[in-house]
């Protein structure tokens, strides 16, 4: 069958579908919602309604409208200075005080009277694009607005979707990297399905003259921005917005709704959620939609709505699945979901054995030292020897077989000031991990290492043993005794695992 | 006792404004060909800007205070609402006085028609545009730095500070090659034919359509795209009316080669 005619039996369909009414008299080939076409309900119906706006990453209610409406929409645009990250600050300019701005949401059909007000505290003219308007600019000549003035434009919501919209002042790059962007939802007539929960999340890519996490008050970087060389991708405008005591927050049983946008400027998102798959999919923020879908496309100035269930209970990572921005740039939310186990959909952890792999010779003398500790006769010669094969099988990818480390990501052991010089602290950190900077023979390290929480006492004192009595090492043993009173009053990080 | 307050003021204003005139001084810029952010026409990218004195300084408070001293009618309480939007002057201390706090910060909160007025009564004029942008392309060694990537990204770090915090005093910053102070980052500055710069509202259009709604000047677009520091400039002076009034727009006097010192 060729192109052409697939294309007149789907204007036939179409127009048999309309049922031969006046409006089908066009072939303008439309999809089944009839774009901006159908979108027109006529008049505005009744008295005004000031639209309900929300902070990330509230989103408001559900019109529960029938009929079309004038919405008045008043958005204020403020330059503020706020953490990007801990200890670092950026001055943000944003649609209402927030990175994303404040959430719109009209229906189809619905006259929006759309007010722009620039704080008179602020150094920029601004303006809006919003992609939920048609006409030209999307509201943009329309909408620049002096520091300390107002301005005022009017659009009807023709297409029903999920909108991006943005500042569009010159540089028009360096308004949306500083945070202004956010999302308008233009409800189809009858109203979105209802569910548990909605939340409102936005990717953006950021720019600052320090590098990731570099402390104080981090100016914009343009050539970086023109390299598209992020220094932070981040949900919601900062690290750490939807994490911790801010994470989103939902229950099993419950069906969620996210409305993820991406504001960039620069860079398209790989959208994931760390162990859920979205049964649903409104990609590209459209009509259509996928469903059974690992990790979706958003592109920058575009947005999605994803769906899901969730049955076990837990922290869902949503991350940028380009995934270096989730690890070293900071593009890391968290859904935190409550509720009873279900173990028959997920059973946790069941197992943990040693698997030795090819790297081993010869596992034999960890057997020997759990016998001989065991009967109470463990040498340090055996210590040595076991620890030493549980080290290559656990620690050696990242300190090496020869103890160097890699220099400025992971620290030495050999001949180490930082190992030698507390013994108890090395038992600590082996049990329980070790994020943040740390002073190794002079050189800065910062970075993470996992808690070694499969190790029982006896192997990390073994390890340990072994470590301080190998590549001139000369640190003395370590005995299962003392790992076990140090495991008994430290504790580990929390959320930290292997 | 009202009187002798106002007599203190009137005291404590000569002092200021004595201390002001001496600090006014104007320094000789030759001018010659350039390369503006915003050309004049799409074919013709090198302008020529003719010699021209420019103030070494931004206006402060305490000399406009003493501009309204000699001229009432652009007191905030008498000047006409044609002239001066409801944020005009609001932030001094009274109609007449700024207070003691900001009298050495610059003048801003200040219209277009009232920072013409004052130069005027100078004997002087608002720069233009080019000649302001001329004489803003110097870093403290060169006439023209603006290929400098360390400079631009020293100027743009102003935009990344809120413009909350107190302004400097007038003449805080370094001289520039020219000998001139407080070109970048301190405050915006209005130039005389600000109501001319009218480039798009939206800044994504590049050249095309519209050309009719201003005359000729359809072809403004910026060059020199990495020019963030002067794009936001323009942006800022054009979405400003005569009338209006910011609390980071100040503004300084020029003249003619020609005319007095």
Not at chain 1, 46 to 65: I, Q
Not at chain 1, 70 to 80: A, C, F, N, P, R
Not at chain 1, 116 to 133: C, F, T
Not at chain 1, 259 to 280: A, M, R, T
Request: net charge negative; with cysteine.
């Amino acid at each position: 069958m060729t192109r052409n005619t697939i294309a007149t039996l789907l204007v036939a369909a179409l127009l048999t579908a309309c049922g031969g009414s006046e409006h089908a008299a066009s072939t303008h080939p439309v999809g089944p919602t009839g774009g901006s076409m159908k979108g027109d309900f006529g008049p505005p119906q009744g008295e005004p309604v000031h639209a309900v706006l929300t902070s990330p990453p509230l989103v408001p209610p559900a019109t529960n409208r029938t009929q079309p409406a004038k919405v008045i929409v008043e958005l204020e645009v403020i330059e503020v200075e706020k953490p990007i990250s801990e200890g670092v600050t950026y001055t943000f300019w944003t649609f209402g005080g927030t990175v994303p701005g404040s959430f719109i949401r009209v229906r189809q059909g619905d006259t929006v009277e759309f007010h722009l007000k620039n704080h008179p505290g602020s150094k920029m003219p601004h303006n809006i694009d919003l992609h939920g308007v048609t006409g030209p600019g999307g509201g943009a000549a329309s909408s620049f607005t002096a520091p300390g003035h107002a301005s005022q434009f009017t659009f009807k919501a023709l297409n029903q979707g999920l909108y991006v919209y943005h500042c569009a002042t010159a540089p028009v790059g360096m308004h949306v990297a500083n945070g202004m962007y956010g999302l308008i939802l233009v409800e189809p007539p009858e109203g979105l399905p209802p569910v548990d929960k909605e939340f409102y999340v936005m990717q953006g890519d950021f720019y600052t003259v320090g590098k990731y996490r570099e402390k104080g008050h981090q100016a914009f970087d343009m050539q970086k921005a023109i390299d598209e060389n992020a220094s932070y991708v981040l949900f919601n405008g900062a690290e750490g917005a939807l994490t911790g005591p801010q994470a989103l927050k939902a229950n099993t049983g419950q069906h969620v709704r996210m409305f993820i946008g991406n504001g960039g400027p620069n860079l398209v998102s790989s959208f994931h959620v760390i162990g859920e798959i979205f049964d649903k999919v409104q990609y590209e923020g459209g009509t259509h939609f996928q469903e059974n879908v690992q990790t979706t496309l958003i592109p920058a100035g575009g947005a999605a709505t994803v769906e899901f269930h969730l049955e076990v209970p837990g922290n869902y990572v949503l991350v940028d699945h380009s995934i270096f921005r989730a690890f070293n740039k900071g593009a890391v939310a968290i859904l935190e979901v409550s509720g009873g186990p279900r173990a028959d959909i997920y059973s946790g952890k069941q197992l943990d054995e040693m698997y030795l792999s090819d790297k081993l010779a010869d596992p034999a003398p960890v057997a020997t030292a759990v016998q001989a500790s065991a009967s109470g006769t463990l040498t340090k010669e055996q210590q040595v020897k076991s620890g030493e094969v549980l080290f290559k099988g656990t620690c050696s990818a990242c300190h090496q077989d020869t103890g160097a480390g890699i220099p400025n990501v992971f620290p030495p052991l050999a001949k180490s000031d930082f190992l030698l010089a507390d013994r108890k602290r090395a038992i600590g950190i082996v049990l329980n991990g070790l994020t943040g900077p740390v002073n190794v023979n002079g050189a800065h390290f910062n970075s993470v290492m996992p808690p070694m929480s499969q190790l029982n006492d006896d192997e990390v004192a073994n390890i340990l043993t072994f470590a301080l009595n190998s590549w001139g090492n000369n640190g003395g043993q370590v005995s299962a005794k003392e790992v076990t009173e140090i495991r008994a009053t430290t504790k580990r990080a929390e959320g930290a695992a292997h | 006792m009202k009187r002798a307050h106002n007599l203190m003021a009137a005291l404590a204003m000569g002092v200021c404004a004595l201390a002001a005139q001496a600090e006014v001084v104007s320094v000789p810029i030759a001018g010659g060909p350039f390369e503006s952010v915003l050309p004049p026409a799409a074919n013709i990218k090198v302008t020529m800007v003719a010699p021209f004195r420019l103030d070494a300084t931004v206006v402060s408070n305490a000399d406009f205070a003493e501009f309204l001293g000699k001229h009432p009618e652009w007191r905030r309480d008498r000047v006409a609402g044609l002239f001066a939007d409801e944020g005009y002057l609001r932030h001094w201390a009274s109609a007449a006085s700024p207070g003691a706090a900001i009298a050495q910060q610059p003048a801003t909160q200040v219209s277009w028609f009232a920072a013409s007025a004052y130069c005027e009564a100078r004997g002087a004029r608002l720069p233009r545009w080019y000649e302001w942008e001329f004489a803003a392309a110097a870093s403290a060694t060169r006439p023209d730095a603006r290929k400098d990537p360390a400079w631009l990204q020293e100027i743009l770090d102003w935009y990344s500070k809120s413009a909350r915090g107190p302004l400097p005093v007038v003449g805080a910053s370094p001289p520039n090659y020219f000998g001139v102070r407080d070109l970048h980052g301190v405050v915006w500055e209005w130039v005389e034919d600000a109501g001319s710069m009218m480039v798009s509202d939206d800044s994504r259009e590049q050249g095309d359509p519209d050309r009719n709604r201003f005359c000729g000047t359809g072809a403004l677009s910026f060059e020199q795209k990495d020019n963030y520091a002067m794009m936001m400039r323009i942006a800022m002076l054009s979405s400003m009316k005569a009338a209006y009034s910011s609390s980071s727009m100040g503004f300084r006097c020029a003249r003619d080669a020609a005319v007095g010192r």
